[in-house]
Structures are given as structure tokens and as C-alpha cells.
């Protein structure tokens, strides 16, 4: 199968990309955290061919896209008032939500779970296709199953190539990691994944929100089945550093020795200021010292680079995780294998 990405879609690109995804074909689409692998929400043959082409668990559900609040009304069983206050403040935007599921959701996109995963992304041009496709589209990250998100076309090209007949490109993905994923009671917010939206912007519209506790000791099953899975590792061993930058430096010269390179590293300005001249590393530089919001957009970009050079160690700078750094430090410390040091 010919891969197509897909460039400055017009109209009636949009409509060929609906009706793609209508009729049961896969289509690579652009949103505001990763690109996703979308498929017909309602068709099981078409979400088959998206745990096919990832090589994806079956047992791990689906994200069902749709262009604003009102159209999950028939997909869910009903829309409580926290539910509706979460859609109100957040959507379009990273932020997934997990409610009971109604009898026209297929058992199939949320893995045999009761509970539909809902997101409303906030981007105008993905948001326009789920509107002519008129179908929630199930999405997951556009990956093979384990590897690095894709935040860009040309990365999903890298995986998909020849699995799928079309990737619409609309550019680099403008936050980089993946929505937050919550389930939604009554009284009470559950993160079961954390991402864009961080707990203190939950607060503000629901009064209790806690983590899953398997967000915490690692001994408990998670509540989101993806978040036992090994994910997002690069090909290269790797190591993260959280610390002052004198101490990230200090622990970056003792990690690399005996390395014979490259080695790849991650590093805001500062500390790539005070890393010194070694030819075996290739700087990524990702913006300022502490900037969790810079270190994420840069951070599966990175490591996706990294691999296509062929590197044998990935040296990573890491935030506090407060903020938005909770979500990069999770995804930080999956990617390394739990290989995280804090100084
Ligand atoms: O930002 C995102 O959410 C991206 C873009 C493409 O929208 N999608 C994404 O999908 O990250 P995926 O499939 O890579 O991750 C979805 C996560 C998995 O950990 C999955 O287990 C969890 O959400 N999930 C999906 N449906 C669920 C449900 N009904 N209950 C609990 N967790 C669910
Ligand atoms: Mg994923």
C-alpha cells in the first residue's frame, strides 16, 4: 500500500480524508499533543486495522475523537455536571475523559472496559475533518506500539509507511505529549494518565482530584490498561538527570565514561553551555533550564532524531515534576526504563 501524506489540506482533501475514515480506512491525523492513528469509531474492522498496523495489545483501548462536546451525548450513557463543567473549561483541548459508555460504542474500542475515553482536540484543522467525517474517530498515537510518539508527519511516515493510505500533515504537534486521561465521577476526578491539563487546572473546576494509585506505587494496577505497557523507548539506553546544572553536568561526565559515542543528549542552554567540548555528544538543545512545557515538546522529537543517528546513550536533562512536568517526567521515566537520578 502506497503511503500519502498529505499537505495544506484543502476542502476537498478533507472530504476524501472523511470519507477515507468513513468507509473503514486508516488515516494519520494531526492533533495539538501527538499525532494519532484514526480509524471509524463505530467500525470494529477499522479499529482491528489500527491494533494491527501499531501492533498495539488488544486488551488497550481507544481514545474516540469527535469536534465539541455535543456530539458524545449518543456515545456516552449520560453527561453529569462535572463531567459537562470538565468539557466546558477544557475542550477543545488535551484533556480525555472517561464516562460510562453507551450501547452504540463498541466493546471493541474501549477494550471490553464499561467506560468510552472522549477527547475534543484543539486543532482547528483535525477538528474540521471529525466534523465531515461525522463518525468519532478512535485514535491512538500514531506509533508502533512501545516506540517514541510521533509530533510530526514525517515521523508517522517513518512507522506507517506502506501500513496506511493516508497522513494528513499539518506541521509540528504544538504541545508534544500526550492529553491527560481522567475518569470522571460525580464528586471526584481520577488521573489516570497525566498530561497538558495538570491537577491544579482540574482543581480550579472540580474540587477533589486524585491520582490513580498506580500513578504512584508502581505495584498497583493501573486504571488506564496503556499505562502498564513498556512505552516510548528509544532504541539507546538512556539515563535522566533532574538537578542543578552543575550536578546534572557532574552526572552526565560519570555515566558517559567508558562510552565510546555518540551519545545523544537532551539539555536545555545552560547546562549544554557547561557540558564543554566532547566530541562524542550530540547536543539536542530543547530551550531554558526548568522549562517543562519546552523539554516536553522537544522531548519524542528527540528521541525519534537520537535513533535515526544511531546512538549508543541518551543523556537526558529532566524538570521538577510539578506542573506540566509531571507529565514529562512520566513519560521520562518510561522512556528510560525508570533510569531516572535526582541530584
Ligand atoms: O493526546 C492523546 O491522547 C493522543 C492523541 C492522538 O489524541 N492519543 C493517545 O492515545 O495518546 P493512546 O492510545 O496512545 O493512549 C490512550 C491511553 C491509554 O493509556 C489507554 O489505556 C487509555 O488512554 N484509555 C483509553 N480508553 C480508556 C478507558 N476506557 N479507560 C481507561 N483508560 C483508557
Ligand atoms: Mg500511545
Redesign the pocket.
Known amino acids: 500500500m502506497d503511503t500519502r501524506i498529505i499537505s495544506n489540506p484543502s476542502g476537498s482533501d478533507l472530504d476524501l480524508l472523511a470519507e477515507t475514515l468513513r468507509s473503514g480506512e486508516l488515516v494519520a491525523i494531526p ?1 495539538e ?4 492513528l484514526g480509524a471509524n469509531g463505530l467500525d470494529v474492522e477499522a479499529m482491528d486495522k489500527i491494533y494491527a498496523a501499531k501492533g498495539r495489545p488488544s486488551d ?4 474516540l ?1 469527535v469536534p465539541d462536546g455535543e456530539s458524545i451525548r449518543p456515545l456516552v450513557q449520560n453527561i453529569s455536571a462535572t463531567a459537562q463543567a470538565l468539557i466546558d473549561a477544557f475542550w477543545p483541548g ?1 484533556l ?1 475523559i ?1 464516562l460510562p459508555k453507551s450501547d452504540l460504542v463498541p466493546d471493541r474500542a ?1 477494550g471490553g ?1 464499561s ?3 472522549l ?1 475534543c ?1 484543539d486543532h482547528s484543522i483535525c477538528r474540521d475533518l471529525l466534523k465531515r467525517a461525522g463518525v468519532p474517530v478512535a ?3 500514531a506509533n508502533i506500539s512501545g516506540r517514541p510518539s510521533p509530533t510530526t508527519a514525517q515521523d508517522v511516515y517513518h512507522y506507517m509507511n506502506g501500513r496506511i493510505p493516508y497522513i494528513l500533515d499539518a506541521g509540528s504537534c504544538t504541545i508534544g505529549v ?2 491527560t ?1 481522567v475518569e470522571v465521577h460525580d464528586d471526584k476526578v481520577i488521573i ?2 497525566p498530561g497538558g491539563i495538570t491537577q491544579s487546572m482540574l482543581e480550579d473546576v472540580v474540587p477533589t482530584v486524585i491520582y490513580d494509585t498506580a500513578l504512584i506505587n508502581e505495584s498497583t494496577k493501573p ?5 502498564k505497557y513498556t512505552h516510548y523507548a528509544p532504541d539507546a539506553s538512556m539515563y535522566v538527570v533532574v538537578g542543578k546544572p552543575s550536578d546534572v553536568v557532574e552526572a552526565f561526565k560519570e555515566l558517559s565514561k567508558g562510552y565510546k559515542g555518540p551519545i545523544g543528549c537532551l539539555v536545555s542552554y545552560e547546562i549544554h553551555a557547561l557540558i564543554g567540548m566532547d566530541e562524542r555528544f550530540q547536543c539536542h538543545c530543547f530551550g531554558p533550564y526548568g522549562d517543562a512545557l519546552a523539554l516536553g515538546h522537544d522531548f519524542y522529537k528527540s528521541l525519534l532524531h537520537f535513533n535515526a543517528n544511531h546512538v549508543t546513550l541518551i543523556l537526558a536533562e529532566g524538570v521538577e515534576p510539578h506542573g506540566f512536568g509531571v507529565a514529562v517526567m512520566n513519560r521520562m521515566e518510561k522512556a528510560s526504563s525508570h533510569h531516572v537520578i535526582y541530584k
Open positions: 492533533t499533543t501527538v499525532y494519532g488497550n483501548p481507544l481514545i475523537h488535551p480525555t472517561t474501549t472496559l467506560r468510552v475515553a477527547r482536540p485514535a491512538p498515537s500526550e492529553s486521561v489516570l494518565r486504571k488506564a490498561p496503556g499505562m
